[in-house]
Every structure is written in structure tokens, then in C-alpha cells.
């Protein structure tokens, strides 16, 4: 079972990225799908999720009409499209797949997400 990320680096401010979370060893059409991020030690912060019915959810004072959730279920596969980004976007992007019925989740190992000039 594995979840990993990427799409990260370093990109001006007013720049984009797409960051892609590729699971295997189970079928992620059957997980909720989120991104959160962290910046240096303090507490991963939810920035999206995708139901499995693919109703989003985003963390409005970071999302909103900047990021985008996304998932193709056939590639097994989350995304995150980032717009606008901004310095204070800089953090590790961390993918995560939940289950509701088993209460079961996996992380992805990060992807590092710069933003300056």
C-alpha cells in the first residue's frame, strides 16, 4: 500500500503547479481522497478533499478559487491544481486516502511546494 506524491518544486508567486498523489496496492476509488499541508513542524493543515462521488470540499481561506481537487479513478490518482500561488503556500503537500467504513488511512510521504521570487 503506497501513496505517493509529486508535482512539487519552486515556482514564483502568481505561478502554478499540479501535484499528483498515485496510489497502489489498493483502489483508491474507494477512499476519500485529501490533500493537507505543513509548514515546518507545526500541525498539518486540510486544505481539500474528494468524496468518492467526487464532491469537494476545500479549506476556504486557502482554496478558494485557487485550488482545485481533483481525482481520475481509472489512474488511480488525486490531484491538486494550485493557481495564484502565494510565499505563504510554501509548505510540505501531503496526499491522504480515508475510508469511512474502516476507518482505515494512508499518507503519502510529502512534496515540497516553494513559492518565492
Known amino acids: 500500500v503506497q501513496l505517493v506524491e509529486s508535482g512539487g518544486g519552486s515556482v514564483e508567486p502568481g505561478g502554478s503547479l499540479r501535484l499528483s498523489c498515485i496510489a497502489s496496492?489498493?483502489?483508491?476509488?474507494?477512499?476519500?481522497m485529501r490533500w493537507y499541508r505543513q509548514v515546518d513542524r507545526k500541525e498539518r493543515e486540510f486544505v481539500a478533499r474528494i468524496e468518492r462521488d467526487g464532491e469537494v470540499t476545500g479549506n476556504g481561506d486557502i482554496a478558494k478559487g485557487r485550488f482545485t481537487i481533483s481525482r481520475d479513478n481509472a489512474k488511480n490518482t488525486a490531484y491538486l491544481q494550485m493557481n495564484n500561488l502565494k510565499p505563504e503556500d510554501t509548505a510540505i503537500y501531503y496526499c491522504?486516502?480515508?475510508?469511512?467504513?474502516?476507518?482505515?488511512?494512508?499518507w503519502g510521504q510529502g512534496t515540497q511546494v516553494t513559492v518565492s521570487s
Open positions: 496496492g489498493f483502489s483508491s476509488s474507494n477512499y476519500v
Open positions: 491522504n486516502a480515508y475510508h469511512r467504513g474502516s476507518v482505515t488511512s494512508y
